[in-house]
């Protein structure tokens, strides 16, 4: 079978698609054929061997993908064969078979298809549980999501809006916040050319933000944290702009603020009631007509072109590999 390879860290480029021995499935695991694969910003990082857990040479790029259960290892009774699936993984997703564990696995929302599945639950399942398990929002809340035009940001203002939260969208242009705005965010602020942390404040009436969901990092972060309300709530999901802040603690402190991190597979781990919880609520979103936000689908021979695009941040929303496609398209 064909797979994106990493045999050198380094940055997208150094990946190469190569023929590899189909896998097989072992006890208790489940053998996927894959018809898309969404790009993730820790995929890049695991590449470059700059993620918080390093993947040993060579591997098989991607964490998320959606196809269809080809056979079923020892032990497992399903899902069936030819059952529709998404699934994460730490790595090997990039390819046109996948092995996972069966508990990795879940069923596509109805109404989803196979793009739009990849695409779906680890942006989704981030930005609901971010917002609601974690961050605690609640209708009528002012939420401020950085790098709102990005993959978990995109999908964290249309989580917001839709459980009828109040958004205020920073992002890097105005061209990416008028993407965040026709998912629902109410206002917009561009941190590169305005005070993050007065704008904020400005227009949530001076009060503050209830919460504040950032993907991003860097020095963004302190300016959202000093926006908070007294009491507020500051939730990390990760660091796309590639540097961990020094959160001054002073500022936990003086203003009664709960700092909380999230990262999607401890939680299933740690707390699978919780997990289970948000699969139902987002699929409930789904019924009523929500959809992730795909800009740009490439074949698996574009893998490289795929991940730069993540990695300089030129992506809105998702961008993800067609195992089927034989170029690169623009998302319908």
């Not at 996948?98 to 739009?116: E, F, Y």
């Not at 009523?288 to 300089?312: F, I």
């Amino acid at each position: 079978m064909k797979a994106a390879r990493c045999t050198t860290y380094g940055p997208p480029g150094g990946i190469v698609v190569a023929e590899v021995e189909d896998p097989e499935p072992g006890p208790g695991e489940v053998l996927v054929r894959v018809h898309a694969a969404a790009v993730n910003y820790p995929d890049v990082l695991i590449a470059a061997n700059r993620y918080q857990v390093s993947a040993p040479l060579p591997f098989t790029c991607g964490s998320e993908f959606a196809g269809v259960v080809a056979a079923l290892g020892p032990g497992v009774s399903g899902p069936a064969v030819g059952t529709p699936v998404s699934g994460g993984v730490f790595t090997g997703a990039f390819a046109e078979q996948v092995v996972v564990p069966a508990g990795a696995l879940r069923p596509v929302p109805a109404g989803l298809d196979m793009v739009h599945a990849a695409a779906f639950h680890v942006t989704y399942g981030t930005a609901y549980h971010s917002l609601v398990t974690v961050g605690a929002g609640a209708a009528g809340e002012w939420v401020v999501v950085l790098g709102a035009a990005g993959g978990v940001g995109s999908a964290t203002v249309d989580v917001a809006t839709r459980l009828s939260m109040r958004v205020v969208a920073a992002a890097s242009s105005e061209e990416r916040l008028a993407v965040a705005r026709t998912l629902g965010a109410e206002a917009g602020i561009d941190y590169v050319r305005e005070n993050l942390k007065l704008r904020i404040r400005e227009l949530t009436g001076g009060t503050g933000a209830d919460v504040v969901i950032d993907p991003v990092g860097g020095d963004h972060a302190e300016a959202a944290l000093r926006a908070l309300r007294w009491g507020g709530r500051f939730v990390t999901v990760g660091f796309a702009d590639g540097r961990i802040p020094r959160i001054p603690l002073n500022l936990v402190l003086l203003k009664n603020v709960v700092l909380r991190g999230f990262e999607a597979r401890s939680l299933r781990k740690y707390s699978p009631d919780a997990a289970a919880a948000g699969d139902a609520a987002l699929a409930r979103l789904v019924a009523d007509g929500m959809r992730p936000l795909v800009s740009r689908v490439h074949p698996l021979a574009d893998v490289a072109t795929a991940l730069a695009g993540v990695a300089e941040r030129r992506a809105t929303g998702k961008i993800v590999i067609d195992m089927e496609k034989g170029e690169m398209e623009e998302a319908a």
